[in-house]
Protein backbone atom coordinates (compact mmCIF):
# COMPACT_ATOMS: atom_id res chain seq x y z
CA UNK A 1 0.00 0.00 0.00
CA UNK A 2 1.40 3.52 -1.13
CA UNK A 3 0.96 6.36 1.25
CA UNK A 4 3.71 9.06 0.69
CA UNK A 5 3.53 10.34 -3.37
CA UNK A 6 6.15 12.53 -5.13
CA UNK A 7 5.03 14.82 -7.40
CA UNK A 8 7.64 16.74 -10.30
CA UNK A 9 6.20 18.93 -11.95
CA UNK A 10 3.37 21.43 -10.58
CA UNK A 11 1.68 22.65 -14.03
CA UNK A 12 -1.88 22.07 -14.36
CA UNK A 13 -1.13 18.07 -15.13
CA UNK A 14 1.08 17.86 -11.78
CA UNK A 15 -1.27 20.24 -9.20
CA UNK A 16 -4.78 18.80 -10.40
CA UNK A 17 -2.58 14.96 -9.55
CA UNK A 18 -1.49 16.28 -6.23
CA UNK A 19 -4.67 17.79 -5.48
CA UNK A 20 -6.72 14.92 -6.15
CA UNK A 21 -4.39 11.98 -4.49
CA UNK A 22 -4.47 14.56 -0.97
CA UNK A 23 -8.23 14.01 -1.31
CA UNK A 24 -7.78 10.50 -1.56
CA UNK A 25 -6.01 10.39 1.98
CA UNK A 26 -2.23 10.49 0.32
CA UNK A 27 0.63 12.64 1.58
CA UNK A 28 1.83 14.26 -1.46
CA UNK A 29 5.06 16.20 -1.93
CA UNK A 30 5.43 18.40 -4.75
CA UNK A 31 8.27 19.77 -6.60
CA UNK A 32 8.49 22.20 -9.04
CA UNK A 33 12.25 24.78 -10.68
CA UNK A 34 10.46 27.94 -10.79
CA UNK A 35 10.48 29.64 -6.94
CA UNK A 36 7.18 31.79 -8.05
CA UNK A 37 5.24 28.56 -8.10
CA UNK A 38 6.89 26.87 -4.95
CA UNK A 39 5.82 29.99 -3.22
CA UNK A 40 2.45 30.47 -4.01
CA UNK A 41 1.45 26.67 -3.79
CA UNK A 42 3.07 26.36 -0.34
CA UNK A 43 0.92 29.63 0.90
CA UNK A 44 -2.06 27.31 -0.36
CA UNK A 45 -2.54 29.82 -3.28
CA UNK A 46 -2.57 27.33 -6.95
CA UNK A 47 -1.24 29.42 -9.79
CA UNK A 48 -3.82 27.43 -12.23
CA UNK A 49 -7.15 27.63 -12.22
CA UNK A 50 -9.28 24.18 -11.70
CA UNK A 51 -12.42 24.07 -10.21
CA UNK A 52 -12.03 22.20 -6.69
CA UNK A 53 -8.11 22.45 -6.64
CA UNK A 54 -8.03 26.05 -4.46
CA UNK A 55 -10.18 24.16 -1.88
CA UNK A 56 -8.10 21.32 -1.81
CA UNK A 57 -5.03 23.33 -1.34
CA UNK A 58 -6.24 25.48 1.09
CA UNK A 59 -7.60 22.31 3.54
CA UNK A 60 -4.01 20.43 2.61
CA UNK A 61 -1.44 22.57 2.25
CA UNK A 62 1.10 22.37 5.05
CA UNK A 63 -1.00 18.88 6.40
CA UNK A 64 -1.04 16.63 3.63
CA UNK A 65 0.49 18.55 0.54
CA UNK A 66 3.99 19.98 0.96
CA UNK A 67 5.80 21.90 -1.79
CA UNK A 68 9.42 22.44 -2.64
CA UNK A 69 12.49 23.10 -5.24
CA UNK A 70 12.99 19.38 -5.21
CA UNK A 71 11.20 15.99 -3.86
CA UNK A 72 12.81 15.21 0.39
CA UNK A 73 15.87 12.72 0.09
CA UNK A 74 13.35 9.82 1.57
CA UNK A 75 10.20 8.60 2.32
CA UNK A 76 8.99 9.06 -1.36
CA UNK A 77 7.04 5.61 -2.49
CA UNK A 78 6.14 6.54 -5.99
CA UNK A 79 7.21 9.15 -7.98
CA UNK A 80 5.57 10.84 -10.56
CA UNK A 81 6.97 12.83 -13.59
CA UNK A 82 4.78 15.45 -14.79
CA UNK A 83 6.84 17.99 -16.17
CA UNK A 84 6.18 19.70 -19.56
CA UNK A 85 7.05 18.52 -22.67
CA UNK A 86 7.08 21.50 -25.38
CA UNK A 87 7.14 21.34 -28.90
CA UNK A 88 9.89 24.18 -30.58
CA UNK A 89 8.13 26.54 -32.17
CA UNK A 90 10.22 26.60 -35.50
CA UNK A 91 11.24 22.97 -35.82
CA UNK A 92 8.01 21.45 -34.05
CA UNK A 93 10.45 18.83 -32.42
CA UNK A 94 9.67 18.09 -28.48
CA UNK A 95 12.36 19.48 -26.13
CA UNK A 96 12.95 16.50 -23.77
CA UNK A 97 15.12 18.79 -21.36
CA UNK A 98 12.56 19.25 -18.26
CA UNK A 99 11.96 15.48 -18.70
CA UNK A 100 15.15 14.24 -18.45
CA UNK A 101 16.22 16.91 -15.57
CA UNK A 102 12.84 15.44 -13.92
CA UNK A 103 14.42 11.76 -14.33
CA UNK A 104 17.61 12.74 -12.44
CA UNK A 105 16.30 14.31 -9.52
CA UNK A 106 14.08 11.17 -9.00
CA UNK A 107 17.59 9.04 -9.48
CA UNK A 108 19.31 11.34 -6.41
CA UNK A 109 15.92 11.37 -4.56
CA UNK A 110 14.52 8.10 -4.23
CA UNK A 111 15.97 4.71 -4.18
CA UNK A 112 15.46 1.59 -6.47
CA UNK A 113 12.05 0.76 -4.04
CA UNK A 114 10.18 3.44 -5.29
CA UNK A 115 7.41 3.26 -8.56
CA UNK A 116 8.75 5.89 -11.36
CA UNK A 117 5.49 7.33 -13.17
CA UNK A 118 6.06 9.34 -16.65
CA UNK A 119 2.77 10.90 -16.90
CA UNK A 120 4.08 13.58 -19.57
CA UNK A 121 3.48 13.48 -22.81
CA UNK A 122 6.03 12.12 -24.50
CA UNK A 123 7.80 11.00 -27.91
CA UNK A 124 6.96 7.07 -28.52
CA UNK A 125 9.78 5.36 -26.69
CA UNK A 126 10.62 8.02 -24.43
CA UNK A 127 10.42 6.54 -21.19
CA UNK A 128 12.80 3.87 -22.37
CA UNK A 129 15.01 6.18 -24.09
CA UNK A 130 15.18 8.90 -21.49
CA UNK A 131 14.10 7.80 -18.33
CA UNK A 132 14.91 4.76 -17.37
CA UNK A 133 18.73 5.23 -18.22
CA UNK A 134 19.12 7.79 -15.72
CA UNK A 135 17.17 5.55 -13.18
CA UNK A 136 19.55 2.18 -13.95
CA UNK A 137 22.29 4.34 -13.97
CA UNK A 138 21.88 5.74 -10.63
CA UNK A 139 20.08 2.37 -8.87
CA UNK A 140 21.11 -0.45 -11.35
CA UNK A 141 17.20 -1.55 -11.62
CA UNK A 142 14.19 0.36 -11.47
CA UNK A 143 10.35 0.00 -11.67
CA UNK A 144 8.71 2.12 -14.20
CA UNK A 145 5.60 2.52 -15.65
CA UNK A 146 3.79 5.13 -18.25
CA UNK A 147 0.38 6.46 -17.26
CA UNK A 148 -0.80 9.34 -19.19
CA UNK A 149 -2.81 12.19 -18.49
CA UNK A 150 -6.18 12.54 -20.19
CA UNK A 151 -8.29 14.83 -17.87
CA UNK A 152 -9.97 17.94 -20.09
CA UNK A 153 -9.80 21.15 -18.09
CA UNK A 154 -12.74 22.02 -15.95
CA UNK A 155 -13.33 18.76 -15.19
CA UNK A 156 -9.65 17.20 -14.20
CA UNK A 157 -10.65 16.12 -10.68
CA UNK A 158 -13.76 14.11 -11.64
CA UNK A 159 -12.08 12.78 -14.51
CA UNK A 160 -9.16 11.29 -12.41
CA UNK A 161 -11.57 9.41 -10.83
CA UNK A 162 -13.91 8.57 -13.49
CA UNK A 163 -12.20 8.31 -16.55
CA UNK A 164 -10.04 4.42 -17.62
CA UNK A 165 -6.24 5.00 -16.23
CA UNK A 166 -3.89 3.19 -18.98
CA UNK A 167 -0.57 2.06 -17.37
CA UNK A 168 1.76 0.53 -19.68
CA UNK A 169 4.78 -1.27 -17.08
CA UNK A 170 9.10 -1.80 -18.22
CA UNK A 171 7.88 -5.26 -16.67
CA UNK A 172 5.13 -7.57 -14.96
CA UNK A 173 6.44 -6.01 -11.69
CA UNK A 174 6.41 -2.44 -12.56
CA UNK A 175 2.68 -2.68 -14.30
CA UNK A 176 1.73 -4.68 -11.07
CA UNK A 177 3.01 -1.55 -8.96
CA UNK A 178 1.54 0.56 -11.08
CA UNK A 179 -1.76 -0.84 -11.22
CA UNK A 180 -2.16 -0.93 -7.24
CA UNK A 181 -1.06 2.78 -6.99
CA UNK A 182 -3.99 3.85 -9.57
CA UNK A 183 -5.98 1.19 -8.45
CA UNK A 184 -6.11 4.03 -5.17
CA UNK A 185 -7.33 6.90 -7.57
CA UNK A 186 -8.86 5.93 -10.80
CA UNK A 187 -12.19 3.47 -10.77
CA UNK A 188 -10.70 1.52 -13.42
CA UNK A 189 -7.66 0.38 -14.61
CA UNK A 190 -6.28 -0.23 -18.09
CA UNK A 191 -3.01 -2.18 -17.90
CA UNK A 192 -1.31 -2.06 -21.57
CA UNK A 193 1.45 -4.63 -22.87
CA UNK A 194 4.52 -1.76 -22.71
CA UNK A 195 5.72 1.87 -21.67
CA UNK A 196 5.29 2.84 -25.68
CA UNK A 197 1.74 1.22 -25.98
CA UNK A 198 0.72 3.71 -22.85
CA UNK A 199 3.02 6.71 -24.45
CA UNK A 200 0.87 5.80 -28.07
CA UNK A 201 -2.14 5.66 -26.34
CA UNK A 202 -2.15 9.35 -25.09
CA UNK A 203 -1.41 10.49 -28.49
CA UNK A 204 -3.71 8.55 -30.36
CA UNK A 205 -6.31 10.25 -28.18
CA UNK A 206 -5.25 13.48 -28.66
CA UNK A 207 -4.28 13.47 -32.38
CA UNK A 208 -8.20 11.72 -32.91
CA UNK A 209 -9.31 14.77 -31.08
CA UNK A 210 -7.53 17.46 -33.57
CA UNK A 211 -8.48 15.43 -36.44
CA UNK A 212 -12.23 15.48 -35.89
CA UNK A 213 -12.48 19.07 -35.08
CA UNK A 214 -10.47 19.84 -37.99
CA UNK A 215 -12.87 17.73 -40.37
CA UNK A 216 -15.59 20.39 -38.87
CA UNK A 217 -14.23 23.12 -39.89
CA UNK A 218 -13.23 22.19 -43.36
CA UNK A 219 -17.14 21.91 -43.35
CA UNK A 220 -17.59 25.05 -42.61
CA UNK A 221 -15.30 26.54 -44.89
CA UNK A 222 -17.03 24.60 -47.73
CA UNK A 223 -20.16 26.09 -46.34
CA UNK A 224 -19.17 29.64 -46.15
CA UNK A 225 -18.49 29.27 -50.29
CA UNK A 226 -21.59 28.02 -50.96
CA UNK A 227 -23.59 30.31 -48.65
CA UNK A 228 -24.56 27.45 -46.43
CA UNK A 229 -25.01 27.37 -42.75
CA UNK A 230 -22.25 24.95 -41.49
CA UNK A 231 -24.58 24.19 -38.39
CA UNK A 232 -27.25 23.65 -40.28
CA UNK A 233 -25.29 20.60 -42.54
CA UNK A 234 -23.74 19.57 -39.37
CA UNK A 235 -27.07 19.19 -37.20
CA UNK A 236 -29.06 17.70 -40.05
CA UNK A 237 -26.13 14.93 -40.70
CA UNK A 238 -26.41 13.92 -37.46
CA UNK A 239 -29.88 13.55 -36.61
CA UNK A 240 -30.38 9.97 -36.27
CA UNK A 241 -27.50 8.93 -38.25
CA UNK A 242 -25.94 5.43 -37.33
CA UNK A 243 -22.34 6.84 -37.97
CA UNK A 244 -19.96 8.40 -36.01
CA UNK A 245 -21.23 12.37 -35.23
CA UNK A 246 -19.80 15.52 -37.28
CA UNK A 247 -18.31 17.86 -35.08
CA UNK A 248 -18.90 21.39 -35.22
CA UNK A 249 -16.39 23.66 -36.27
CA UNK A 250 -14.36 25.99 -33.39
CA UNK A 251 -10.86 26.81 -32.70
CA UNK A 252 -8.52 24.05 -31.45
CA UNK A 253 -6.25 25.00 -29.07
CA UNK A 254 -4.73 24.17 -25.12
CA UNK A 255 -1.71 22.61 -24.69
CA UNK A 256 -2.52 19.33 -25.23
CA UNK A 257 -4.17 19.67 -28.65
CA UNK A 258 -1.79 22.62 -30.18
CA UNK A 259 1.97 20.34 -29.48
CA UNK A 260 0.71 16.35 -29.18
CA UNK A 261 0.15 16.08 -33.08
CA UNK A 262 3.89 17.17 -33.25
CA UNK A 263 5.19 14.48 -30.95
CA UNK A 264 3.09 11.97 -32.99
CA UNK A 265 4.81 13.09 -35.87
CA UNK A 266 8.03 13.03 -34.05
CA UNK A 267 7.66 9.38 -32.83
CA UNK A 268 6.73 8.48 -36.94
CA UNK A 269 10.42 9.13 -37.67
CA UNK A 270 10.65 9.31 -41.43
CA UNK A 271 7.39 8.91 -42.28
CA UNK A 272 5.30 11.24 -41.79
CA UNK A 273 1.68 10.67 -40.93
CA UNK A 274 -0.73 11.59 -44.13
CA UNK A 275 -3.13 13.34 -41.63
CA UNK A 276 -2.23 14.28 -38.55
CA UNK A 277 -0.15 17.16 -40.01
CA UNK A 278 -2.72 18.28 -42.20
CA UNK A 279 -5.20 18.44 -39.37
CA UNK A 280 -3.10 20.42 -37.00
CA UNK A 281 -2.16 23.10 -40.13
CA UNK A 282 -5.89 23.45 -40.53
CA UNK A 283 -6.91 24.06 -37.20
CA UNK A 284 -3.89 26.60 -36.71
CA UNK A 285 -4.54 28.22 -39.71
CA UNK A 286 -8.56 29.05 -38.98
CA UNK A 287 -7.60 31.84 -36.60
CA UNK A 288 -6.01 33.91 -39.33
CA UNK A 289 -8.26 33.10 -41.93
CA UNK A 290 -11.03 34.69 -39.10
CA UNK A 291 -9.07 37.34 -38.21
CA UNK A 292 -8.61 38.17 -42.08
CA UNK A 293 -12.29 37.84 -42.70
CA UNK A 294 -12.78 40.47 -39.85
CA UNK A 295 -10.36 42.88 -40.68
CA UNK A 296 -12.32 42.86 -44.51
CA UNK A 297 -15.64 43.16 -42.50
CA UNK A 298 -14.47 46.33 -41.18
CA UNK A 299 -12.56 47.81 -44.63
CA UNK A 300 -16.20 47.31 -45.88
CA UNK A 301 -18.25 48.75 -43.08
CA UNK A 302 -16.40 51.66 -41.75
CA UNK A 303 -14.18 52.55 -45.41
CA UNK A 304 -11.13 51.33 -44.20
CA UNK A 305 -9.41 49.88 -40.77
CA UNK A 306 -6.92 52.33 -39.55
CA UNK A 307 -8.44 53.42 -36.40
CA UNK A 308 -11.23 51.40 -36.17
CA UNK A 309 -12.29 49.27 -32.94
CA UNK A 310 -12.75 45.80 -32.89
CA UNK A 311 -13.90 44.23 -29.12
CA UNK A 312 -12.55 40.56 -28.51
CA UNK A 313 -14.74 38.39 -26.34
CA UNK A 314 -13.02 35.30 -25.10
CA UNK A 315 -9.23 35.44 -24.58
CA UNK A 316 -8.27 31.61 -23.50
CA UNK A 317 -8.08 29.12 -25.38
CA UNK A 318 -12.02 28.21 -24.39
CA UNK A 319 -14.61 29.28 -22.69
CA UNK A 320 -16.30 25.58 -21.50
CA UNK A 321 -15.55 24.24 -19.34
CA UNK A 322 -13.93 27.73 -18.36
CA UNK A 323 -10.75 28.11 -17.90
CA UNK A 324 -7.78 30.72 -18.17
CA UNK A 325 -5.53 29.09 -20.06
CA UNK A 326 -3.99 30.99 -22.84
CA UNK A 327 -1.39 28.01 -24.19
CA UNK A 328 -2.73 27.38 -27.80
CA UNK A 329 -4.94 30.56 -27.72
CA UNK A 330 -6.50 31.73 -31.19
CA UNK A 331 -6.16 35.73 -30.04
CA UNK A 332 -2.28 34.90 -30.37
CA UNK A 333 -2.21 34.67 -34.13
CA UNK A 334 -5.14 36.68 -34.76
CA UNK A 335 -3.35 39.80 -33.16
CA UNK A 336 -0.68 40.39 -36.05
CA UNK A 337 -4.10 40.30 -38.34
CA UNK A 338 -5.20 43.06 -36.20
CA UNK A 339 -1.69 45.15 -35.54
CA UNK A 340 -1.21 44.94 -39.75
CA UNK A 341 -4.28 46.50 -40.28
CA UNK A 342 -3.95 49.60 -37.43
CA UNK A 343 -6.84 47.87 -35.28
CA UNK A 344 -7.44 48.70 -32.29
CA UNK A 345 -8.07 46.02 -30.14
CA UNK A 346 -10.65 45.91 -27.08
CA UNK A 347 -10.44 42.75 -24.85
CA UNK A 348 -12.83 41.13 -22.02
CA UNK A 349 -13.00 37.32 -20.85
CA UNK A 350 -14.20 36.18 -17.45
CA UNK A 351 -11.65 34.62 -16.47
CA UNK A 352 -8.52 36.05 -17.91
CA UNK A 353 -6.62 39.34 -15.83
CA UNK A 354 -6.71 42.82 -17.49
CA UNK A 355 -2.93 42.01 -17.46
CA UNK A 356 -3.00 39.14 -19.91
CA UNK A 357 -4.68 40.72 -21.84
CA UNK A 358 -2.66 43.77 -21.79
CA UNK A 359 0.21 41.56 -22.74
CA UNK A 360 -1.36 40.18 -25.88
CA UNK A 361 -1.68 43.66 -27.20
CA UNK A 362 -5.18 44.82 -26.44
CA UNK A 363 -7.05 46.58 -24.12
CA UNK A 364 -9.53 45.51 -20.94
CA UNK A 365 -12.95 46.55 -21.19
CA UNK A 366 -16.14 45.94 -19.74
CA UNK A 367 -18.91 44.32 -22.11
CA UNK A 368 -20.63 47.09 -22.25
CA UNK A 369 -18.06 49.04 -23.05
CA UNK A 370 -17.21 46.21 -25.81
CA UNK A 371 -20.21 46.49 -27.48
CA UNK A 372 -20.97 50.25 -27.32
CA UNK A 373 -17.08 51.18 -28.28
CA UNK A 374 -16.16 49.22 -31.12
CA UNK A 375 -16.79 49.21 -34.70
CA UNK A 376 -17.16 45.13 -34.66
CA UNK A 377 -17.07 42.32 -31.81
CA UNK A 378 -15.83 38.89 -32.29
CA UNK A 379 -16.57 36.59 -29.89
CA UNK A 380 -13.85 34.04 -29.61
CA UNK A 381 -14.96 31.67 -26.95
CA UNK A 382 -17.90 29.68 -25.57
CA UNK A 383 -17.85 31.17 -21.71
CA UNK A 384 -21.37 30.94 -20.36
CA UNK A 385 -21.14 34.91 -19.43
CA UNK A 386 -21.43 34.89 -23.63
CA UNK A 387 -24.20 32.71 -23.71
CA UNK A 388 -25.78 34.70 -21.00
CA UNK A 389 -26.01 37.81 -23.10
CA UNK A 390 -29.00 40.26 -23.44
CA UNK A 391 -27.94 41.95 -26.71
CA UNK A 392 -30.14 44.95 -26.12
CA UNK A 393 -28.71 45.46 -22.72
CA UNK A 394 -25.23 45.61 -23.92
CA UNK A 395 -25.47 47.77 -27.21
CA UNK A 396 -25.08 51.67 -26.84
CA UNK A 397 -27.17 53.79 -28.23
CA UNK A 398 -24.69 56.41 -29.67
CA UNK A 399 -22.47 53.78 -31.29
CA UNK A 400 -23.10 50.37 -32.25
CA UNK A 401 -21.07 47.37 -33.95
CA UNK A 402 -21.27 46.78 -37.77
CA UNK A 403 -21.14 43.26 -36.98
CA UNK A 404 -21.00 40.37 -34.05
CA UNK A 405 -18.79 37.24 -35.59
CA UNK A 406 -19.87 35.10 -33.39
CA UNK A 407 -17.31 31.74 -33.71
CA UNK A 408 -19.39 29.50 -31.17
CA UNK A 409 -22.93 30.46 -32.26
CA UNK A 410 -23.98 31.60 -29.03
CA UNK A 411 -25.57 34.76 -29.19
CA UNK A 412 -28.90 35.21 -30.42
CA UNK A 413 -28.60 35.64 -33.66
CA UNK A 414 -32.93 37.11 -33.90
CA UNK A 415 -31.85 39.73 -31.62
CA UNK A 416 -28.73 41.23 -32.85
CA UNK A 417 -29.73 41.84 -36.39
CA UNK A 418 -33.41 42.90 -34.60
CA UNK A 419 -30.98 45.49 -33.09
CA UNK A 420 -29.61 46.29 -36.92
CA UNK A 421 -26.17 44.89 -36.67
CA UNK A 422 -24.96 41.86 -39.09
CA UNK A 423 -24.34 38.72 -37.55
CA UNK A 424 -21.81 35.99 -38.96
CA UNK A 425 -19.74 32.88 -37.62
CA UNK A 426 -17.46 30.15 -38.38
CA UNK A 427 -18.47 29.24 -42.23
CA UNK A 428 -21.52 31.25 -41.88
CA UNK A 429 -21.85 34.52 -43.52
CA UNK A 430 -25.44 35.43 -44.98
CA UNK A 431 -26.17 38.47 -46.47
CA UNK A 432 -24.67 41.67 -44.72
CA UNK A 433 -21.06 39.49 -43.72
CA UNK A 434 -18.00 39.07 -45.46
CA UNK A 435 -18.86 36.62 -48.25
CA UNK A 436 -16.89 34.55 -50.60
CA UNK A 437 -16.68 37.17 -53.07
CA UNK A 438 -14.28 39.07 -50.18
CA UNK A 439 -11.56 37.01 -51.13
CA UNK A 440 -11.53 35.15 -47.47
CA UNK A 441 -11.17 31.62 -48.42
CA UNK A 442 -8.87 29.69 -46.55
CA UNK A 443 -6.05 27.79 -47.76
CA UNK A 444 -3.67 25.03 -45.63
CA UNK A 445 0.02 25.41 -46.71
CA UNK A 446 0.63 22.31 -49.38
Known amino acids: MFTTIGVVGMGYVGLTLTAALARKGYVVHGADAQPAVVES ?24 IFVGETLPSRGVEVAVISVSTPVDPATRTPNLTNLAAAARQVAACCDPQTLVVVRSTVPIGTSRRIVLPELLAAWGSARLVMAPERTIQGQALRELVELPQV ?10 AGTAFFSGLAKQIVPV ?3 EAAEMIKLANNCHTDLIYAYG ?17 IRSANLDYPRPDLCKPGYVGGGCLSKDPYIMIDSAGEREPFLVGRARELNERLPVHV ?13 GTAGTRLAVLGWAYKGWPPTDDMRGTPIASMMPVFDRAGITVLGHDPMVTDDVIRDYGGEPVSLDKAFGDS ?12 RALTVSEVLGEARRPAFVYDSWRVIDEAEVRAAGVHYVGLGYLPAGGAGPETGSSMEVPA
Not at 42 to 61: M, R, Y
Not at 375 to 386: A, E, K, Q, R, S
Open 291 to 303: AEAVVEMLRRARG
Open 375 to 386: DGVLVINDHPDY
Open 193 to 195: SSL
Open 217 to 233: NEIALIAERHGLDPLEV
Open 167 to 176: VGGLDEASLA
Open 41 to 64: LASGHPHIFEPGVEEICTEHVGKT
